[in-house]
């Protein structure tokens, strides 16, 4: 179950912003912080809790991911939204 997910990743590492990640790292995704609005629209793009996230590239920030087979980009404020475990 996610809830699972959540306490494995919690307890066994870092959970930190997807804009902290590095070009090239993948994570696990632990939750998204926000409006309600705002978890809908990105757990519509594939960020919801267990999916695999892998950044492609990042400039200040900025970040293009790889989530569920999609490439898309999110603002430094987007991605800081998405908490994440490092694999």
Do not use: C, W
């Amino acid at each position: 179950a996610a809830s699972d997910v959540y306490k494995r990743q919690a307890n066994s590492g870092p959970v930190l912003p997807l804009a902290m990640l590095g070009e090239g790292e993948t994570a696990l995704i632990v939750t998204v912080k926000g409006a309600s609005d705002l978890r809908q629209h990105l757990s519509t793009l594939g960020f919801v809790e267990g999916a695999e996230v892998k950044v492609i590239s990042r400039v200040n920030g900025d970040v293009i991911v790889s989530v569920k087979g999609a490439r898309l980009g999110l603002n430094r404020q987007m991605s800081s939204h998405i908490m994440v475990s490092p694999l």
